[in-house]
């Protein structure tokens, strides 16, 4: 599909082999400039392995490969030139279950803009605030920040693990099933932080939820599995992208047959 306006990352056939095993196959797909971007799929398909190599997080992974190319603002991410903390500063991460640093709510939120050498009170007060503010968090907290960020609810401290991440000034955020182990109200809070607060950022999330895609996202791309026998009665599975539309025609009128049937629950 044709994608206009600008886009802030492309993905150009990209494959990620585990130990080598393919785990997911050729994906090209243009992430678009402050839109939002949902991965949709079956466990296995391979979405949250695409998110992760957007800020090179299976460099963690013993045995990872990525072939292919991933362009952020005409730079090759994985070029040898390119220091892969500098992408996540830029590519930030939320993860499915919050995990707050066991510091204060200040401290959390302080953390990464005091690695990057910011240290005058002033500059880090206004820094937290204005993170807070962006997670939606800070009426809730404003009077409490020496408070440990572990005591907040399930809700807050996924917030405050969005407030850390924009906190170091990131251009692109991504969500690994952020709202998994929230409950709805919960769940729409970020869902509303994310099409509110979050408007001037670029965002990739992951999500089993197909009415939170729905909801919350301008494009989805579906993800399915292949399957091959080998010899020896071994299959084989890995992970590629089927489809890739503006949300509203993807859930309206798919393309593929195949998406289709996932979105109608036919799959498997």
């Not at 190599?53 to 990872?64: I, K, P, S």
């Not at 937290?128 to 503010?133: A, I, K, Q």
Request: aromatic letters at 8%; proline letters at 4%.
């Amino acid at each position: 599909m044709a994608i206009t306006g600008e886009t802030t990352i492309h993905l150009n056939n990209v494959s990620v082999y585990y130990s080598n095993k393919l785990a997911v196959k050729d994906v090209t797909l243009p992430i678009r400039k402050q839109k939002i971007t949902a991965f949709i799929g079956p466990s296995g398909c391979g979405k949250s392995t695409v998110l992760r190599c957007l800020n090179r997080m299976n460099d963690l992974v013993q045995g990872a490969r990525v072939d292919g190319e991933i362009i952020y603002r005409d730079q090759n991410l994985y070029a040898r030139n390119v220091d892969p903390v500098e992408v996540r500063r830029r590519i930030g991460m939320v993860f499915q279950k919050p995990n707050p640093f066991p510091k204060s709510i200040y401290d959390n939120v302080a953390y990464g803009p005091r690695l990057l050498g910011v240290t005058r009170k002033n500059q880090l007060d206004e820094i937290v605030e204005r993170s807070l503010r962006g997670a939606a968090l800070w009426d809730e907290v404003a009077g409490d920040l020496k408070k440990s960020g572990l005591a907040l609810s399930g809700g807050q401290q996924q917030r405050l693990c969005i407030a850390r991440s924009i906190a170091v000034e990131p251009d692109v955020i991504l969500m690994d099933e952020p709202c998994s182990a929230l409950d709805p109200i919960a769940t729409q809070r970020i869902e509303q932080l994310m099409r509110e607060e979050l408007k001037d950022y670029t965002i990739v999330i992951v999500t089993h939820n197909m009415q939170q895609a729905q909801r919350a996202s301008d494009y989805t791309a579906f993800y399915s599995i292949r399957k091959e026998a080998e010899s020896g009665g071994v299959e084989r599975r890995w992970g590629v992208l089927v489809e890739f539309a503006e949300t509203e025609k993807l859930f309206n009128s798919p393309e593929s047959g195949e998406t289709a049937d996932y979105i109608a629950g036919r799959f498997g």
